[in-house]
């Protein structure tokens, strides 16, 4: 999956979550997709997303 795919599937991810703290965190790793932080696909937060919550 390329990074452009992955970043689509985290929006759409973003855009359907139940509230918005589910949201903003998906839009933030859609955004490290696209950085090269991490894989949309790892099931736990990456560096950059730890950085953005923090």
């Known amino acids: 999956m ?3 795919e992955q970043y689509v599937q ?5 855009y359907a979550a139940a509230d918005r ?3 903003l965190k998906m ?3 859609a955004e ?3 950085r090269g932080e991490f894989s ?4 736990s937060d990456g560096p ?3 950085a953005l919550a923090g």
């Open 2 to 4: 390329t990074p452009e």
């Open 10 to 14: 985290c929006m759409d991810a973003a």
């Open 21 to 23: 703290e589910t949201c």
């Open 27 to 29: 839009m933030r790793r």
């Open 32 to 34: 490290g997709v696209l």
């Open 40 to 43: 949309a696909q790892t099931g």
């Open 48 to 50: 950059g997303e730890r």
